[in-house]
């Protein structure tokens, strides 16, 4: 194993598409505290500091999985796996080796942003980068459990899909699938138990908040959100979100807890866990079997 680790970072050292993308995340962190540092000139309220200091959650697993797609399907195509595997290396040794790369990677374009946050925020906006973040430490922890399932499922599926093209193609689409649904699964999860219910005396109508604009003498009344998820259908949508790196991303962004909804709990880390044994576990099983001639 050490063997193999040692000439994945190697290779991870001079792939010019690693570099490309550390420089580009990096790029992205100054961009984002730039256009904050513009925005607090220009009166616009700074309350949430973990939607800039997290923003890269948004895209991190896009970028992981294309880059697994890339670095994974160049060792298919010049023949490296073979000769992995001829010269004595398990299976299951190379792709753990290959998931543990493709982790790092993930990680590392993590610390590429949070560098640029740190170095090139604070010049821009001095403590505003830090000042107003909300639990630091445990995001930093969700985003750890996110980058870890984003990895499994990108290395599943290059580590099966030997063409390198429809590698990353297909680690694109899916990671652009999962962002929906786990945009989706937050959204409902974040619904109020109580709403604002608008009452327009002209009609005698009743309409929510969320519904669009009403007259001057429209009444303001508090009622029970009819998309507020509860029991059975809750549970499943807190168990979907344990599950999905999208939705652990995407709530790194949330500077409070919404709704009754942890976004950090026993349930998450076992999720996560679950998940990556799971994917992880099949990757292996299929990938024994695989034809490579």
């Excluded at 925005?39 to 200091?53: A, L």
């Excluded at 398990?90 to 170095?119: D, E, H, P, W």
Aim: aromatic share 12%; net charge positive; hydrophobic share 45%.
């Amino acid at each position: 194993m050490r063997n193999l680790l040692s000439a994945n970072f190697a290779r991870l050292r001079r792939s010019r598409l690693f570099w490309i993308m550390e420089a580009g995340v990096f790029a992205w962190g100054v961009l984002a505290y730039y256009l904050l540092k513009v925005n607090t000139r220009n009166g616009y309220p700074f309350e949430n500091g973990n939607s800039y200091f997290f923003n890269e959650m948004t895209f991190i697993g896009i970028t992981t999985a294309c880059f697994s797609g890339f670095f994974i399907g160049t060792e298919y195509s010049d023949g490296a796996i073979r000769n992995k595997l001829s010269v004595g290396h398990s299976r299951m040794k190379v792709y753990l080796a290959n998931l543990i790369t493709i982790l790092c990677a993930g990680i590392a374009q993590f610390a590429a942003y949070t560098l640029a946050a740190l170095t090139a925020g604070t010049m821009l906006v001095g403590d505003m980068v830090w000042s107003r973040l909300y639990r630091p430490a445990e995001t930093i922890a969700i985003s750890l459990l996110s980058i870890c399932t984003s990895a499994a499922v990108a290395v599943l599926i290059s580590m099966v899909v030997i063409d390198k093209s429809k590698a990353v193609l297909a680690n694109a689409m899916l990671s652009i699938l999962l962002l929906a649904a786990g945009a989706s699964a937050l959204k409902g999860l974040m619904q109020p138990e109580m709403t604002q219910r608008i009452y327009i005396p002209g009609t005698g109508e009743y309409k929510y908040a969320y519904e669009g604009n009403f007259p001057d003498d429209a009444v303001i009344e508090t009622a029970p959100n009819p998309k507020y998820l509860s029991g059975t259908e809750r549970k499943v949508y807190e168990y979907i979100s344990a599950v999905l790196p999208t939705s652990l991303a995407l709530s790194c962004a949330l500077d409070e807890e919404e709704s009754g909804y942890d976004r950090f709990s026993g349930l998450q880390v076992c999720g996560t866990l679950a998940a990556v044994a799971v994917l992880s576990g099949s990757g292996i099983l299929i990938f024994r079997k695989k034809d490579l001639k």
